[in-house]
């Protein structure tokens, strides 16, 4: 099961004659579709931008609910169909989602075996002041060791001839 959080634009007109019944009928809703409702608050009654069902206000409440994510649909549509909602936007809780991983990861740190030594930081190796004659001839080429001239970079002389140029 995922934690949803949904957002409801309710008939203004029916939240003001009796808010805790339009509350019943979201909870019958969500239940009817196998949702476990968490919480429902109201937020706020607002002037919108443009009528929607010839309606000016609405009232906007904030659910939070757990559902398998194919019942999300027939939800939905039992919104659609439902006199007192007039929009709905139904979003997976990212935070629920994170808090639930949160607890995942933490879970699975703590029954770690605790049998393994922590790491050790690995101690300061002093440099070798030596040097041989060895690495030192390790610097030359293999071409410039068989006597082999090194070809000119012919992308070098194309570069220096257009500074010239300029």
């Known amino acids: 099961m995922r934690t949803y959080e949904a957002m409801f634009l309710l008939d203004d007109a029916k939240c003001n004659e009796d808010f805790d019944a339009v509350v019943d009928q979201l909870k019958e809703l969500l239940t009817r579709n196998a949702a476990e409702v968490k919480s ?3 937020w706020d009654q607002r002037r919108m931008m443009y009528p929607i069902n ?3 206000r609405a009232t906007y409440v904030l659910c939070h609910f757990d559902a398998e994510p194919g019942s999300i649909d027939p939800i939905q549509a039992a919104c659609r169909l439902a006199p007192v909602v007039m929009r709905v936007l139904i979003l997976v809780d990212q935070d629920a989602l994170d808090q639930e991983m ?3 990861m933490e879970a699975a740190i703590s029954s770690a075996p605790a049998d393994k030594p922590a790491e050790q930081k690995p101690e300061a190796v002093e440099p070798n ?3 041989s004659s060895q690495e030192e001839s390790v610097s030359e080429t293999p071409a410039e060791e068989d006597g082999a001239e090194i070809e000119p970079d012919q992308n070098a002389s194309k570069l220096e001839t ?3 140029t300029e």
């Open 40 to 42: 429902i608050e109201k």
């Open 54 to 56: 010839r309606r000016h």
């Open 102 to 104: 949160a607890a995942k």
């Open 129 to 131: 002041v030596e040097t």
């Open 162 to 164: 257009a500074e010239d």
